[in-house]
């Protein structure tokens, strides 16, 4: 996406390649600190270091199974998935977004929808068709679960789109992180949000963890740099709403309230 290369290529011309990433902060070759507000479009929001799910990962790599054959972890996922949801489903996981929107759309034409946590227009994700998520683990951008409500019509359709296989390793860190975000839903609450809103407010309008920008769209760009200027990393598609730095000191947006954009 020529958005995000451009992020990158703007960071790295600042401060260099990033060269660790922890919680919501990014450390570069030049010694700087970034604020991560974009998070990856949503897939670092409960941090860069994936936690027990990258314990998970290695755990289950230590025992060689990453080859293309059957294990138990796939199934784990499914699991997972219906916890997340509360509801009984049907799970499968496609390696493109384009392959997990056909098979959703094929059972549930008609009810189909992205998962978001935290989704401030209160949807009742029990009562959708299709849900696609995201998993909460930065590093599989590649990984799109399908969840399908259990219907004979629905089975019927979605069994033509089969799961992809995805090594164990992998599928293993998934499944942790999924119930990693089960607890976050429990734990961060606006308490953990509003805290930042005396700077974020007078240029994004924020739904629970979610930063909508209110700078025109054609200026947007010019305020990706402003912000990176600021130690923030902020979404580079104006779309794409920026996430809240969940745990991160009120301060990192010092720079930013001292330095007003003026577009």
């Known amino acids: 996406m020529e958005e995000v290369d451009f992020l990158a290529s703007e960071i790295s011309q600042r401060y260099g390649a990033v060269q660790r990433a922890r919680g919501c902060f990014l450390y570069t070759r ?18 860069w270091g994936g936690g ?10 230590n025992r060689g199974i990453t080859g293309s054959f059957d294990t138990d972890y796939t199934a784990r996922i499914a699991k997972a998935v219906c916890d997340l949801l509360a509801s009984g489903r049907r799970a499968a996981v496609y390696t ?23 989704n401030q227009e209160q949807i ?13 683990l930065p590093w599989t951008p590649y990984i799109w679960i ?3 409500k259990i219907s004979p019509e629905a089975d019927a359709a979605f ?5 992809e296989r995805v090594p164990a390793p992998v599928s293993a860190a998934v499944t942790r992180s999924l119930y990693d975000m089960i607890t976050a839903l429990q734990d961060r609450e606006e308490k953990n949000w509003f805290i930042y809103d005396t700077v974020v407010t007078k240029y994004w309008k ?11 769209k054609e200026k947007y760009r010019d305020f990706i740099l402003h912000c990176l200027d600021c130690g923030l990393v902020i979404s580079p598609v104006y779309e794409q709403p920026s996430i809240v730095p969940y745990g991160a000191d009120p301060g990192v947006f ?6 007003v954009f003026g577009g």
């Open 159 to 163: 069994a033509v789109y089969k799961t």
């Open 254 to 259: 010092g720079k930013l309230k001292n330095s």
């Open 206 to 216: 924020r739904h629970g963890p979610y930063l909508i920008p209110e700078i025109p």
């Open 146 to 148: 399908v969840a399908v």
């Open 124 to 136: 009742d994700w029990k009562s959708v068709g299709s849900v696609i998520i995201e998993p909460p």
């Open 30 to 47: 030049k010694g700087v600190r970034l604020t991560d507000l974009y998070q990856e479009g949503g897939r670092a929001i409960l941090g």
């Open 52 to 61: 027990n799910a990258f314990t998970v990962f290695k755990n289950v790599l």
């Open 96 to 118: 493109s977004k384009t392959a997990a929107l056909k098979a959703a759309i094929a059972a549930f034409p008609e009810s189909t929808s992205f998962w978001r946590p935290w």
